[in-house]
């Protein structure tokens, strides 16, 4: 059972232009949702994170809107460039005691072309 | 700080063969992530460590697989007897001490280590 719901698979934007991936989720006692950058042959490197007290959190060009009610939250990158070019995980997670499991997405590849 | 090091970085071996997996977390972090990323799965937490105790084993896909922590800067991953289907690239990943409840969490991931069983 796929928790949190992700997307599109893939997405191709030109230069300049918005990227939007989306995700779902379902466990309304998630309390932080990050966002996951891994470009080829790397490991995922945490992009911007946000939590369900805020509707919106910005960091440069990207952007994380979270609606609660529908327990939807989308990544936006403004200004795509080649370089945003990577796979893109969404995930979920709950403070369990001193522990937190993320529950991932299955990834949007995202190619920005020039 | 050199990040989470994996060894080795890629694995070519012959079904039937043990495996095994290495990863040094970042110095001072108290959780370790073990996770298998592959196409049609995506990215599948394996078991998790809290202060090198094994929190959450249920992700290990069946008794072939085993991780032990012995000591906060070394973890492994075995699989024995590895199977083709076990091809995949493992992330090890660790994560700093929880800051309270507004503690971020953040899982710092090594470069993976893309395994091949043949």
């Known amino acids: 059972q796929q928790q949190v719901k992700q997307s599109p698979q893939s997405l191709i934007v030109q230069k300049g232009g918005i990227s939007i991936i989306n995700c779902a989720y379902e466990n309304t006692a998630f309390d932080y949702f990050p966002w996951y950058q891994q470009f080829p042959g790397k490991g995922p490197a945490l992009l911007i994170a946000i939590r369900p007290d805020v509707s919106e959190k910005k960091e440069g060009r990207f952007t994380i809107s979270f609606n609660k009610s529908a327990k939807q939250f989308s990544l936006h990158i403004m200004d795509s460039q080649p370089g945003d070019s990577a796979t893109y995980f969404c995930a979920a997670s709950r403070r369990a005691g001193n522990n937190r499991k993320l529950i991932w997405g299955l990834g949007t590849s995202l190619a920005v072309n020039p | 700080d050199a990040g989470v090091i994996q060894s080795p970085r890629h694995e070519v071996t012959e079904m039937g063969q043990e495996v095994t997996l290495r990863c040094k977390p970042i110095?001072?972090?108290?959780?370790l992530f073990w996770y298998r990323q592959t196409m049609m799965r995506g990215l599948e937490l394996l078991i998790y460590?809290?202060?090198?105790?094994?929190?959450?084993d249920s992700g290990m896909p069946e008794d072939r697989f085993s991780a032990k922590m012995p000591n906060a800067s070394f973890s492994t991953l075995k699989i024995q007897p590895s199977e083709p289907r076990d091809s995949a690239v493992y992330f090890c990943?660790?994560?700093?001490?929880?800051?309270?409840?507004?503690?971020?969490?953040?899982?710092?991931f090594g470069p993976g280590t893309r395994l091949t069983v043949l």
């Open positions: 460590f809290n202060n090198n105790v094994p929190i959450d």
């Open positions: 110095s001072g972090h108290n959780s």
């Open positions: 990943a660790s994560s700093p001490q929880n800051r309270g409840l507004l503690g971020t969490d953040t899982q710092y």
